[in-house]
């Protein structure tokens, strides 16, 4: 019996179990709020949280519904539907590296911590997401829960009251962070230099998206192919949001709906394109259905606006070339971040409707 | 110091194997086609460069000063008088071009620390930004860190 109950205490993972990145060559280590680093037992409960549809007014979502790990943690849809129906304005975001993100949903240049974040689709009312109320019966919930009374225990030893949504958001805040992708085909071509990883288009892609001429990299550049990339070493800044000539019907002004300030008008955030072929449709409104037309959309120049950033000029491309760009950016498609049992649905499905 | 490097590189080349020459030409008493292999030999220099999104490269390669004194520029005791109104253009494979003054790279005048690269932390060179590249780590903009270097051309103004 002694020695059963020490196997169970040497498997659980406990919250003084450090966290490890296994970040790969090139990738920084993410930036995290210090009251609340990373450990095992966190992401672990945070995983649980995540895909628990009874964490919603109705039973019907959860986190995953609009962020499903086979689309990279998007939806697949223009916008996203909240769990009574409700469509959201805009489309859900790929939480793939999202640990990186310096500030966070597509025009909020206030909402920077991911345990802030996630109180807007459990309690927001316009649009209502998972439709959560204060002194529901989701906290009651979590305090019944076998499954919970464990995790929650492991995860925040040292509450005397652990069911809180405090400690709800940051453990979903930690799971969400440690969903890194770093092992696309473009990945080992470029950073462990396996030039059998992609084809010869898309390394002529590589080349077009990171020429002047196009200038893709101006705002996707880096390893996470967007400026709006902040990690534990960068310095404190403030992202930049864009104007990329779509259409900016209210409520989708971008971030000049936090700002007020005329030149913020159709300003959002760049999104990571790690992934990117699989999260259409494209752009904050899904306006954009695949790929070419992304690229009829730059190379076109957009629509004039007098906050469009001059980058949007407009560019001549081959039938080649275009061939060539997907192909590249189809290379930072990560298969393995798509089916990693971390990032799954821990719940059989007896216990969660989906 | 910040620097995001930004700039330049090739388009629509038909291979992305290129010929890893750079051509050191134009107003030089000894004009140059340097190799990878060429490189290796001269003195060596790194430099470490830290982009916005907090990630760091090493640089590997030779100071633009070195080559720019073995193709016989004015540098020196030479760069005196009309020879001030020498410039360096470093142009790349696409045709895109900067310019920087001969002196910035004088140790006399500017002795601004441009590399012309060939590693990058320990590995050559390859794709977007190869085989050569410039950095230059004192610029706050990335634009006249040429990516994928072909030529670079020295133009006397005045003789």
């Known amino acids: 019996m002694r020695i059963l109950l020490l196997m169970i205490a040497f498997l659980a993972p406990d919250a003084s179990d450090p966290w490890t990145w296994n970040l790969p060559k090139g990738f920084p280590k993410p930036r995290v709020p210090a009251d609340n680093p990373m450990t095992v037992a966190k992401v672990e409960l945070g995983r649980y949280l995540f895909y628990d549809t009874r964490m919603s007014v109705n039973g019907k979502s959860s986190c995953a519904t609009c962020h499903k790990q086979e689309l990279a943690f998007t939806d697949g849809r223009a916008v996203s539907v909240g769990a009574t129906g409700e469509s959201h304005p805009r489309g859900a975001m790929s939480l793939v590296n999202v640990a990186y993100s310096g500030a966070l949903t597509w025009s909020n240049p206030r909402l920077k911590d991911l345990e802030e974040q996630a109180l807007t689709p459990m309690f927001g009312e316009h649009p209502l997401e998972l439709g959560l109320r204060e002194g529901d019966g989701f906290v009651p919930m979590l305090r019944a829960d076998a499954k919970y009374r464990i995790l929650f225990e492991q995860a925040f030893p040292a509450d005397t009251d652990r069911f809180t949504i405090q400690n709800v958001t940051k453990a979903i805040a930690c799971f969400e962070r440690s969903i890194i992708s770093a092992r696309s085909p473009y990945d080992r071509y470029h950073y462990d230099r396996d030039d059998t990883a992609v084809s010869d288009s898309a390394k002529r892609g590589e080349i077009l998206f990171f020429s002047q001429h196009l200038s893709c990299f101006r705002c996707h550049g880096g390893f996470n192919f967007s400026d709006a990339t902040v990690s534990e070493n960068s310095a404190r800044r403030e992202i930049e949001f864009h104007n990329t000539g779509l259409t900016y019907a209210a409520p989708n002004v971008g971030i000049y709906e936090f700002t007020k300030s005329a030149a913020d008008i159709g300003k959002f955030k760049v999104p990571t394109l790690r992934n990117i072929a699989i999260t259409a449709p494209y752009m904050h409104d899904g306006s954009i259905a695949n790929l070419e037309g992304v690229l009829d959309h730059y190379s076109s120049g957009g629509h004039d606006h007098p906050n469009k950033n001059p980058l949007i000029g407009g560019f001549k491309l081959s039938t080649q070339d275009r061939a060539d760009l997907i192909t590249f950016l189809e290379s930072l498609t990560d298969e393995a971040v798509l089916h990693d049992p971390r990032f799954s649905n821990p719940w059989q499905p007896a216990v969660s409707a989906r | ?159």
């Open chain 2, 1 to 159: 110091m910040l620097l995001r490097i930004v700039m330049l590189a090739g388009i629509a080349c038909a291979q992305t194997q290129l010929a890893a020459i750079l051509n050191v030409t134009g107003d030089v008493s000894s004009p140059l086609h340097l190799k990878a292999e060429d490189m290796a030999k001269m003195p060596r220099e790194t430099v470490s460069v830290k982009e916005e999104d907090g990630t760091s490269v090493q640089y590997e390669g030779v100071m633009l000063r070195e080559i720019l004194t073995r193709a016989g520029a004015p540098l020196g005791k030479s760069l005196r008088g009309k020879a001030l109104t020498t410039y360096v253009l470093a142009k790349a494979h696409d045709d895109y071009a900067v310019l920087f003054a001969l002196a910035e790279v004088d140790a006399a005048f500017g002795n601004e620390s441009i590399l012309v690269a060939d590693k990058r932390d320990g590995k050559p060179l390859f794709g977007y930004q190869g085989p050569f590249r410039l950095v230059c780590p004192n610029d706050k903009a990335g634009a006249r860190s040429v990516r994928m270097l072909e030529t670079i051309e020295i133009v006397r103004l005045r003789k």
